[in-house]
């Protein structure tokens, strides 16, 4: 099984704290984009002939801010290009103050079964603060329309001048209005963003601060049924996101569109970050990738256990055996070493991060890269 992701990279206006490939004030170029879109999955249809996808994601941008019938449109070549499982999950993100009932329903029709909320806080200052182009009021009505509906909602933490009764109240916000699974995710200002300008003076809330601030949402959240499953995500019981379990798992999935990343046959590729050189590409038929690397056997190794050790449920003693043909504990022997007192072996043979410390994974994980 593999996962497709498709990016659609227009949205009402860019956030503070954004790094992602986007392009606010250019809905209009939507159609013929996501006409080169269509072509880019034909383009490679004849690579992945009989390859099952099982989950479908639509990121960006903001995916909602577009016409509906260009979604439907690309679910339809999903089809018509590639094997598409029974029960496959298909999710698209969403921002408050973008959706309608109709919209809403449109997307169900074409096989949508999976949202993601972008709330980020609820308070109407911080979203001001981080360039949200939504109030809190947005976020409820956007969940009253989603009622009954496989929802995720967004938060973050590490904002300036929020405090944990603010990540509380956006914690019990998103549980009252019916939200399966919590993505919360600390913020990291990057180097050319404008927020990065608030890191620079001082402005944002230290590490340490942000780590306590992660470990008591941490609890509230558990507390209020929710179960983490990966270093920022927690579900409810069957909910986990299944699109991220396969990354986290180091499957295979197939990325469309500009800036999109792809990992197949053990190669690395990704999509040009230029929204004219990806349509000029599309257009005179070669594929818009800019990076294509082969992934050395000591990479796959590490990537493997970076990524598993990220989770919950941890590293599979037995299947890196098998993926790889050596020993975890082996490979990896004066690393493990170094972190034993973080580490622990589950009944399952799992070896995994101990609770109190998944948080701190990256400062865990960089003796293993080495």
Same mark, same amino acid.
């Given at each position: 099984m593999a996962g497709i992701y498709i990016h659609i990279p227009f949205c009402k206006s860019k956030c503070r704290y954004c790094d992602f490939t986007s392009y606010p004030g250019k809905i209009g170029f939507a159609e013929a984009y996501m006409a080169c879109v269509y072509k880019e999955m034909k383009l490679r249809a004849e690579d992945l002939k009989g390859k099952v996808f099982?989950?479908? *994601?639509?990121?960006?941008?903001?995916?909602? !801010?577009?016409?509906?019938?260009?979604? &439907?449109?690309?679910?339809?070549?999903?089809r018509k290009c590639y094997l598409l499982a029974d029960g496959a999950e298909v999710t698209i993100e969403i921002n408050p103050g973008t959706v309608t009932k109709e919209k809403i329903e449109t997307y169900k029709r074409a096989g949508i079964n999976r949202f993601s909320v972008g709330l980020q806080a609820a308070s109407d200052a911080l979203l001001e603060e981080i360039g949200r182009a939504h109030t809190v009021a947005d976020f409820v009505d956007a969940c009253k329309l989603l009622k009954g509906e496989n929802f995720n909602a967004d938060i973050m933490i590490g904002l300036k001048g929020q405090t944990f009764s603010d990540v509380e109240k956006a914690v019990r916000l998103v549980k009252d209005c019916g939200a399966k699974h919590i993505s919360m995710y600390a913020l990291t200002p990057e180097d050319g963003t404008p927020i990065y300008s608030d890191y620079l003076n001082g402005d944002l809330p230290d590490s340490d601060e942000v780590a306590e601030m992660y470990e008591k949402a941490y609890k509230l959240i558990e507390s209020l049924g929710y179960k983490r499953y990966e270093v920022s995500n927690f579900a409810e019981e069957g909910y986990e996101s299944r699109?991220? $379990?396969? *990354?986290? +798992?180091?499957? %295979?999935?197939?990325?469309?569109? &500009?800036?999109?990343?792809?990992?197949? /046959?053990?190669? +690395?590729f990704t999509n040009t970050r230029d929204l004219d050189d990806y349509i000029k590409c599309i257009l005179t038929d070669h594929y818009p &990738? &800019?990076?294509?690397?082969?992934?050395? /056997? %000591?990479? /796959?190794?590490?990537?493997? !256990?970076? $990524? /598993? $050790?990220r989770t919950a449920e941890g590293l599979d003693e037995a299947e890196y055996k098998k993926q790889f043909g050596s020993e975890f504990y082996r490979d990896f022997e004066e690393a493990v070493k170094k972190n034993i007192r973080f580490l622990e072996k589950t009944e399952?043979? +799992?070896?995994?991060?101990?609770? %109190? *410390? $998944? *948080?701190v994974q990256n400062q865990i994980l960089v003796d293993f890269l080495q």
């Open positions: 099982d989950t479908v *994601y639509f990121g960006g941008g903001t995916p909602s !801010v577009i016409d509906e019938k260009l979604i &439907v449109g690309c679910m339809n070549q999903i699109h991220n $379990l396969n *990354y986290w +798992r180091r499957g %295979e999935y197939i990325g469309f569109g &500009v800036a999109a990343s792809s990992f197949m /046959a053990g190669r +690395r &990738v &800019v990076d294509n690397e082969e992934i050395s /056997a %000591e990479d /796959a190794k590490f990537e493997k !256990v970076m $990524l /598993a $050790l399952k043979g +799992r070896i995994r991060i101990k609770d %109190e *410390y $998944l *948080y």
